[in-house]
Structure formats: structure tokens, C-alpha cells
T-cell receptor
């Protein structure tokens, strides 16, 4: 069946560096994607979303890129801070599917 | 706090017991979702409501699971005859009805089966 998945389970970066978290999806009809951040013991927190008629969307320190040709999403975090350490999920909301997540660790 | 609220935060019970969890969504949100999350995995969709109508159920939702949203506001998720494999975090989320909107999650109920 269709699935949403992530390329890497863990990512470690130095404080101040930029982070890039990737996500692949296989449902070409997917229309809406969301990135969530989940800290330990808490529920997922909305970061940014993008609709399929866009290829880029920017927020505060975060940018989401959507490549529909290769069915790939990425989340870029600028100037990563220790508070960004968490697990990041992409979600394809048409089927309400989440990837397994990437754990981002920021080293001071 | 006007976010999604879940109760209890933690539940420990013996295998075979029944448990019920409650979710209070953001008040103006028509849609309410239940997910299950095990360690190291993303949330897995269980079911969702639009107002009081249960519109979709996952195959993960066995006959031992039932969810209700009788007045279109809060929802309950009941698990009967709990099994070891039911140990997980149960997350609730809500969203507005109109168009594509992000889901807002509560902090979950962690269920541990002894």
C-alpha cells in the first residue's frame, strides 16, 4: 500500500548549523503535507504545512520543500538551536499517515 | 489552556481489564482523531469523527476498541479486555472542518498493561 517514510532515523548537528530532514511519500495523489515536532512525553506539535500546488513554503527559521516529481519532502531548519532537539515527523494527511520520524539532536 | 486535553495522562492496568480515555478537543474544531503511537514509531491512525459521526476506522481498531463522540464535543476511546500489545501512547487530535487544516494534538494518554 501507499506509505510515508523518512530517509534517516537520526540526525546530529552542531548548534548554529542548518538541519535538513527528508521524507519520501508514495501516494502521488497526496494533496497536503505537514511537518510535526514531538518532544519527549508530549504530543506532536505543528511546525509547517504545504499544499501540493506549492513547491516551497517558509516559516520562522523553517522551510519546507516539496518535490512532486520524486515524491519527496524536506524540512530545513536554519541556525539550529538546542531547543530544536526532538523527533520530526512528516504527515500525509489525505490518508492520515505519519512517517516513523527522525530524531534531531543538537550539540552545543 | 485552549489546546486539546487528554485524560488521564497515564494509565496502568492489568491485562484483561477495560480502560477508557477521554479527549476534549479545541472547542471550535469539528474533526477529532484518535491515534496510537508505540516507541520509536510515528502515530498510527485509529479513527476520526466529524461532529458526532464516526467517519473512518482503521483496521488497527479491533473489536475490542470503541470510540464515541456523542455530542460532537469530547470523545472517549475504550479498550476492552486489554492485552500486552495495547501498551502504547494514545493520542487525540482535532482540526477545523474547512479544507486542509493541520491537526492539533493533545499530549496523549500513556497506557501500560501489566
Amino acid at each position: 500500500g501507499e506509505s510515508v517514510g523518512l530517509h534517516l532515523p537520526t540526525l546530529s548537528v552542531q548548534e548554529g548549523d542548518n538541519s535538513i530532514i527528508n521524507c519520501a511519500y508514495s501516494n502521488s495523489a497526496s494533496d497536503y503535507f505537514i511537518w510535526y515536532k514531538q518532544e519527549s512525553g508530549k504530543g506532536p506539535q505543528f511546525i509547517i504545512d504545504i499544499r501540493s500546488n506549492m513547491d516551497k513554503r517558509q516559516g520562522q527559521r523553517v522551510t519546507v520543500l516539496l518535490n512532486k516529481t520524486v515524491k519527496h519532502l524536506s524540512l530545513q531548519i536554519a541556525a539550529t538551536q538546542p531547543g530544536d532537539s526532538a523527533v520530526y515527523f512528516c504527515a500525509e494527511t489525505d490518508d492520515m499517515r505519519f512517517g516513523a520520524g527522525t530524531r534531531l539532536t543538537v550539540k552545543p | 489552556d485552549t489546546g486539546v486535553s487528554q485524560d488521564p495522562r497515564h494509565k496502568i492496568t492489568k491485562r484483561g481489564q477495560n480502560v477508557t480515555f477521554r479527549c476534549d478537543p479545541i472547542s471550535e474544531h469539528n474533526r477529532l482523531y484518535w491515534y496510537r503511537q508505540t516507541l520509536g514509531q510515528g502515530p498510527e491512525f485509529l479513527t476520526y469523527f466529524q461532529n458526532e459521526a464516526q467517519l473512518e476506522k482503521s483496521r488497527l481498531l479491533s473489536d475490542r476498541f470503541s470510540a464515541e463522540r456523542p455530542k460532537g464535543s469530547f470523545s472517549t476511546l475504550e479498550i476492552q479486555r486489554t492485552e500486552q500489545g495495547d501498551s502504547a501512547m494514545y493520542l487525540c487530535a482535532s482540526s477545523p472542518q474547512q479544507g486542509n487544516q493541520p491537526q492539533h494534538f493533545g499530549d496523549g494518554t500513556r497506557l501500560s498493561i501489566l
